[in-house]
């Protein structure tokens, strides 16, 4: 399962919190209320509303359209999530988790890399 992600930060209410995750959920984007018993009864804390890294890109859409959406709120970096588009599209990759495919990429760049200074030093 892909990592989750806070999208939407609610402080002190979280009754927008509700009416967006219901209609994520309405789409079939499954997603989490972090904190939501300390809101609940009022203890203070901040409220978070979390989905899956791997459903960010469908969720956008309706995030944008709700006006709660603002970027520097994500608790993800931005290059992760240009990333994890970007190794979507690969057709023997897409379906793996973002970590793995981050770490398939690193290995391949590494060996890539490796590959390269043997062949520079052994000229």
């Known amino acids: 399962m892909s990592e989750l ?3 939407v930060p609610f402080n002190p209410s979280y ?7 219901a209609r994520l959920e309405e789409v079939g984007i499954p997603c989490f209320i972090k904190n939501e ?3 609940f009864k ?3 804390g901040r ?3 979390q989905i899956s890294s791997s459903d960010f890109e469908r969720a956008l859409p309706i995030l ?7 970027p520097e709120n994500i608790s993800q970096p931005q ?3 240009a990333f994890n588009s970007i190794t979507k599209r690969f057709p023997i990759i897409k379906n793996l988790t973002m970590e793995m495919r981050l770490l398939i990429f ?3 760049t590494l060996g890539l890399i490796s590959v390269l200074v043997f062949y520079i030093l052994n000229r």
Do not use: D, Q, R
Not at 64 to 70: A, M
């Open 15 to 21: 009754i927008p919190c509700i009416a967006l995750k």
């Open 47 to 49: 409220t978070e509303l």
């Open 5 to 7: 992600i806070s999208i």
């Open 64 to 70: 944008k359209e709700s006006n709660l959406y603002h």
């Open 79 to 81: 290059f992760l999530i």
């Open 106 to 108: 690193t290995v391949f």
């Open 37 to 39: 018993f300390a809101a």
């Open 42 to 44: 009022k203890m203070g």
